[in-house]
Every structure is written in structure tokens, then in C-alpha cells.
């Protein structure tokens, strides 16, 4: 076995173990091997990060750094992590299972890209002056909020920490960065490259470790003054109810359940290789996944049929190799989540078309892999349709007409994205503009960009990422002032 790859926590500009020197590994879901060390944060570790994070923006030393200073450390952190590229994509498919190449030409160039577009973003924050009654100069500033706990989740270990560190450093706050137990690696590392590129000590602190005990710990000190949080609905719900204690503010990224809709007027090629990519891509860990596929009754069996022969073509391999597509799930325990979704879908009627089943990739049977997943004949009320699995498995339902799919689309707790394909303009609109969701995709699916504000709606979350509106509806707070001009 080789040597395994050693980190360090994070912390007022230095690297360093963790209080009590205690570790834990993370494991390659590819080899079921672990390949990686990392210190353990304790409560206590949390404790000087947060007081590090107060130090730093108490201070005033980055806060109140001109924006175009600000502008060049960040433009030189995006540089950094694409000299880094390959070691990041390396760490990233050995954490979470990504194929190599997506690790490599997304998850990597999409993180530099977030702190390109906040460098840029940095010099045009500001507030507005208002006419008001009376004889007043009235304006508003546009201020950091001050300690932000920043919690991710594994699924895009570095690109979602990006989405967090780049807008909430450009406005100029200070923060501790907490990964996913079982992904911390690019986080611990982006910490590192964040110090190279000059950004003064203390600004991101990043601490790996348990989300009950250091997130936890983040959630509950009256000294962090937000939380950023990316996750399950469930830990979310639980932060709202932690945070009412200090009314922390938050912003929640949370699950969802995204119905991806096909008309039988759109082209009925790119919607089957779209709806399998909406689903499959990244092994169907992603929270905007097309896990709900919506087809129009007329075109439903040839459909179904010519999807599922796709699927059982799209076989899982080594994420290390350049050419494979589709890697193993993030862990044992996400395989027994999403097997134990295939029983109870089989179980309460729906059909499966494709895949279902753990897949050997010629290893011995080691990895967690798993087929390409179809069920069809699936009702929109069935717990496959209803539940995030987080997983490669697709539910196919049928839908009758525009306001039928409308109606079923939004039977959800969820309102994170939603999909449609469809040759005709108007309905189109018409149904992007009826779908309970932060963001529809009209004959595409699953593009982003540092630019586009991203959300979710009811049990999602709340708040807006990425673009100009992260910077007024999360990492920054208006103060408004009034001076009196009578003499
Ligand atoms: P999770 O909720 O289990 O964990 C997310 C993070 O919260 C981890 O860093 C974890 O350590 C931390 N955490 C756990 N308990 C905590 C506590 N008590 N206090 C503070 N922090 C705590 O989620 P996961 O399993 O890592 O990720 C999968 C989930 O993330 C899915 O539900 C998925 O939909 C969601 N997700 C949402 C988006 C989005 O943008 N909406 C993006 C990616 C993933």
C-alpha cells in the first residue's frame, strides 16, 4: 500500500495538527482503501478558528484592504488553483469517486473561475443614496457581515467550498471553512493555497472534522455571525433551530428532487442523451439531479425503451481512468441508501428498466459501484419520486398535457431545478414560469456559471449563491445612514 497523504488543519495562517492529535482516513470508494490521513478538529480547534476568524476581521486588515487589492489576491488564488489543477482533480476523484476527467476540466476550472468572478465583483459593491422626506443626505453602505461559518457537503467538495470562500472574502468577511467528513481534502488544501496567494492569517481558516461536534460548534458560538450552509434538509432544519438561539443569519443549499420535463415536440435524441447526463452525471450525487423525468404520454414507451438501453450502456470504471464516465458512489453507506431505494421502488410497483444492482469492475468486486438505474411505470406519489436518493436511480413518470406536468412537477417538497425540452418557445416560457423552482433549464441541464445566481425554493433552502445577488442577499448587510443638512 502507499504511503497515505497527510493533512493538517488550517488555522490562523498556519498548518497544524489538532488538539488532541487525533485523525481520522478517508477512504478511495473506488479501492474501499484508505489513501489519506487528516487531523481531526475538536471543539476546541473550532474555538481558535472562530477567534482567529474574530482576530482577523476585528482587525481590519483584509475588511478594510482597497477593493483592488482584494481583487489581485483573489485573481492570484483562481491562478493558483489551476497551476494546481492536477493535484486538486487527483485528491477530488480519490475523495469522492469523480471520473478524472471531470475533476479536471469542471469541478477545477469552475472553482478558479468563482474567484475570477468575485476579483472582478469586488470593486463594483456598493450601496445607493436615497431621496427621503425632509432635509437629509440619507444613503446606504454595503458592509461584510463579519465571521461566517461556511459548511459543505461531498458531493462537489472544492467547487461548493469555492462558492462559499470566493463571494464570502471578496465582501471583505473573515471565515471557517468546514468540509464533509468523508471529502475534506481539497478544502484543507484550498486553506493552503489561499495563504500562498497572501491572504492575511485568519481570513479562511478551514477545520475538518464531525459536523455534530466543529459544525456544530460553528453554529452554535455567538461570535460567528452567519452560517453558509450546503446539505441535507434534514442537518439544515436542525441549523435553523440551533441558530434561533444567536438568530443566526443563514443561507440554506439544501436537497431536492428536480423534475426534468420532456414535451413530445422537442428533439427527442438530445432529450434522451440530456435526461440520462441529468441524472447520471457525477452518479447521480447532485442536488439539482434530474431524478424526476417527466415524458409525455404519446412519447412515453419508445422513450423509456430507448433511455434504459442508454443507461445499461453507461457502465461505472475506474475514476482514475481519462476515459470513464461514471465512478463509484461516495461511500458504503451512500450504496446501501440507494440499493435500499431500488427494494422499496420494486416494492411498491414500479417497473425497473435498467440497471439496480452493485456492478464489479473487474477488482474483485471492491468499490462502490452501481448500475446505471431506470425504473419506469413510476406515480408521482411513490417514495422513489418523492424522497432525495442522492443516486443513480431514475423515476419515469407520464404526464398527459401542460397543465397536468405542471401540476406534478410541483407536487414536491422540494424546489431546488427543474428541466424542459420542448420545440415550441411559448410553452416553454410558459412552463418555466410555472415551475416551483430557483432555477429551470430549458433544453439543456445542469450548466452553471460564477455569474448565474443559484437557490432553491420551500424545502431546498433559501438564499442565492454565486453572482451578484450571493453578495446582497448573504455575505454582505446594508447599514443606512442619515445626516442632517439643516444649518
Ligand atoms: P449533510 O447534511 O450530511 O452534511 C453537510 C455538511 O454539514 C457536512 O460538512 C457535515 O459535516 C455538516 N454537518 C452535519 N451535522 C452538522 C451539525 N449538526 N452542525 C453543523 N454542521 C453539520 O449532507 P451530505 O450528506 O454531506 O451531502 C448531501 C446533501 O447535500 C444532499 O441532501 C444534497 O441534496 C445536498 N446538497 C445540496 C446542494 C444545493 O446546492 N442545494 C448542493 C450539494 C448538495
Redesign the pocket.
Given at each position: 500500500m502507499s504511503e497515505l497523504i497527510k493533512k493538517q488543519l488550517v488555522i490562523d495562517g498556519k498548518t497544524e495538527n489538532s488538539s488532541n492529535n487525533e485523525t481520522f482516513l478517508s477512504i478511495n470508494p473506488a479501492t474501499e482503501e484508505a489513501f489519506a490521513e487528516i487531523q481531526q478538529a475538536t471543539k476546541e480547534d473550532a474555538q481558535k478558528a472562530i477567534l482567529s476568524a474574530r482576530k482577523s476581521f476585528d482587525g481590519g486588515k483584509w475588511r478594510s484592504a482597497s477593493p483592488g487589492a482584494k481583487a489581485k489576491v483573489l485573481w492570484r488564488i483562481g491562478e493558483l488553483i489551476i497551476k494546481y489543477r492536477d493535484e486538486l482533480a487527483e485528491l477530488e476523484t480519490k475523495d469522492t469517486g469523480k471520473p478524472i476527467s471531470e475533476t479536471k476540466n469542471i469541478d477545477v476550472p469552475l472553482s478558479a473561475d468563482l474567484f475570477r468572478f468575485y476579483a472582478g465583483a469586488v470593486s463594483k459593491i456598493h450601496g445607493e443614496t436615497i431621496p427621503v422626506n425632509g432635509n437629509f443626505f440619507h444613503y446606504t453602505l454595503r458592509e461584510p457581515v463579519g465571521v461566517l461559518g461556511l459548511?459543505?457537503?461531498?458531493?462537489?467538495p472544492l467547487l461548493?467550498a469555492c462558492r462559499k470562500v470566493a463571494p464570502a472574502i471578496a465582501c471583505g468577511n473573515s471565515a471557517i471553512l468546514?468540509?464533509?467528513?468523508?471529502s475534506s481534502l481539497t478544502a484543507l488544501r484550498l486553506g493552503e493555497i489561499c495563504l500562498e496567494a497572501g491572504l492575511p492569517e485568519g481570513v479562511l481558516n478551514v477545520i475538518s472534522g464531525?459536523?455534530?461536534v466543529?459544525?456544530?460548534a460553528?453554529?452554535d458560538s455567538a461570535l460567528v455571525d452567519g452560517i453558509a450552509?450546503?446539505?441535507?434538509?434534514?442537518?439544515?432544519q436542525?441549523?435553523m433551530r440551533?441558530g434561533a438561539v444567536n438568530v443566526k443569519r443563514l443561507a440554506l443549499?439544501?436537497?431536492?428532487k428536480s423534475p426534468n420535463i420532456v414535451f413530445a415536440d422537442s428533439d427527442l435524441e438530445t432529450a434522451i442523451k440530456m435526461a440520462a447526463i441529468a441524472i447520471f452525471y457525477n452518479k447521480g450525487?447532485?442536488?439539482?439531479a434530474g431524478s424526476r423525468l417527466f415524458v409525455e404520454e404519446k412519447i412515453y414507451d419508445e422513450f423509456t425503451e430507448k433511455l434504459s438501453e442508454r443507461a445499461k450502456k453507461l457502465v461505472p470504471g475506474d475514476p482514475m481512468n481519462e476515459k470513464t464516465r461514471l465512478g463509484p458512489l461516495v461511500s458504503k453507506e451512500q450504496l446501501e441508501k440507494v440499493a435500499g431505494y431500488v427494494k422499496i421502488g420494486t416494492e411498491q410497483g414500479a417497473k425497473l428498466s435498467a440497471g439496480g444492482e452493485k456492478f464489479d469492475i473487474g477488482n474483485g468486486g471492491k468499490g462502490y459501484f452501481f448500475k446505471p438505474t431506470v425504473f419506469t411505470n413510476v406515480e408521482n406519489s411513490m417514495t422513489i419520486a418523492q424522497e432525495?436518493i442522492?443516486g443513480p436511480v431514475l423515476s419515469v413518470i407520464k404526464f398527459s398535457d401542460v397543465e397536468d406536468v405542471i401540476q406534478k412537477a410541483n407536487d414536491s417538497l422540494f424546489g431546488?431545478a427543474a428541466g424542459i425540452w420542448t420545440n415550441n418557445l411559448k410553452k416553454a416560457h410558459y412552463v418555466a414560469h410555472k415551475i416551483n423552482a430557483g432555477t429551470v433549464w430549458i433544453n439543456t441541464y445542469n450548466v452553471y456559471d460564477a455569474a448565474s445566481p443559484?437557490?432553491?425554493n420551500k424545502m431546498?433552502?433559501f438564499g442565492k449563491?454565486s453572482g451578484m445577488e450571493a453578495i446582497y442577499e448573504f455575505y454582505t448587510r446594508s447599514k443606512t445612514v442619515w445626516v442632517d443638512l439643516n444649518f
Open positions: 459548511i459543505v457537503p461531498w458531493n462537489f461548493l468546514k468540509p464533509a467528513e468523508i464531525k459536523g455534530s466543529v459544525g456544530q460553528l453554529v450552509f450546503t446539505g441535507s434538509t434534514n442537518i439544515g436542525n441549523l440551533s443549499e439544501l436537497g431536492g450525487e447532485v442536488c439539482t432525495e442522492f431546488l443559484y437557490g432553491g431546498s433552502g449563491e
